[in-house]
């Protein structure tokens, strides 16, 4: 192709990308990030960022980090397993020489089946983490503890976390409840843009006390985030979520949201007995 053929169809690509721009931006579907994909055709251009997105979105008055953990149990080992925790984790929970906390374990109810999920928090950040850890690996009875699980285990992950700076801090409530846990794999570099969402739509999930915490990852799998929910029961759920459909605004924030996501997961999940989320 020669070098002026090759400029007239770059100018036409030009064209068409303006055209394709005002046509959008007429029919309100325009937005950053339909500009962005486009304008790469052309041009390379980076946002200027003064900050992490970690610090950005999460909480600046504490320094809490938070653990997930998801084990996979063998079957038969299922009501051992979660005696066995129970009784371990209630010690950890209250001893005071550990900078750390059980915020809520459960079962998985709908979803992954004999499947266990526990989120600790360790106030003080990295450093508390590292001083539990530290402590864990020196005793004796924890050490036995994990050698003991092992055998009950089919496969087990676990990631850190940070808080969204909007959602509610999780707190021990009493029940009975459910919990629905909904994760969310993002698209890379689309964290802020969920955040800015998120941050005007949970005004809507307020009423009925159903919002317990949001959390995006830090370590494991990365753009990761994590929604927990609590109800009554499945009909509440239903109720709640019918009823955030009938507010006027929901049904934007997640339109600008859906777009982020490249897979999401629900999890129906029950309290064991030593959680403090009941």
Request: proline residues 4%; hydrophobic residues 35%; positive net charge.
């Amino acid at each position: 192709m020669s070098a002026t053929r090759t400029l007239h169809v770059l100018r036409r690509q030009k064209l068409l990308y303006k055209k394709l721009c005002s046509v959008w931006t007429v029919r309100g579907f325009a937005n950053k990030s339909d500009e962005g994909w486009l304008g790469s055709m052309f041009a390379h251009k980076v946002d200027a960022r003064r900050d992490a997105h970690s610090n950005l979105l999460s909480k600046k008055e504490t320094s809490n980090l938070y653990k997930i953990q998801f084990h996979n149990v063998k079957p038969e080992y299922l009501d051992a397993y979660n005696k066995l925790s129970a009784e371990v984790h209630s010690e950890l929970h209250q001893d005071v020489h550990y900078p750390c906390e059980l915020v809520g374990s459960w079962n998985t109810w709908y979803g992954e089946q004999d499947q266990a999920v526990h989120l600790w928090r360790y106030t003080g950040g990295y450093p508390a983490l590292t001083e539990s850890l530290r402590k864990l690996n020196l005793s004796t009875a924890y050490l036995a503890f994990r050698k003991e699980r092992s055998k009950m285990l089919l496969s087990r992950r676990n990631q850190l976390l940070l808080e969204f700076s909007f959602w509610n801090e999780p707190t021990p409530r009493s029940g009975p409840n459910i919990y629905e846990l909904r994760s969310y794999q993002l698209k890379p570099g689309t964290m802020i843009e969920w955040g800015n969402n998120w941050a005007r739509a949970i005004k809507y999930r307020q009423e009925n006390n159903e919002a317990v915490g949001g959390f995006f990852t830090q370590i494991g799998e990365l753009y990761v985030v994590h929604h927990l929910w609590a109800y009554k029961d499945l009909q509440t759920r239903q109720e709640t979520r019918n009823t955030a459909w009938l507010k006027e605004g929901w049904d934007v924030n997640v339109h600008y949201t859906m777009p982020l996501i490249q897979k999401m997961q629900s999890r129906i999940m029950i309290p064991m007995e030593h959680s403090p989320l009941k």
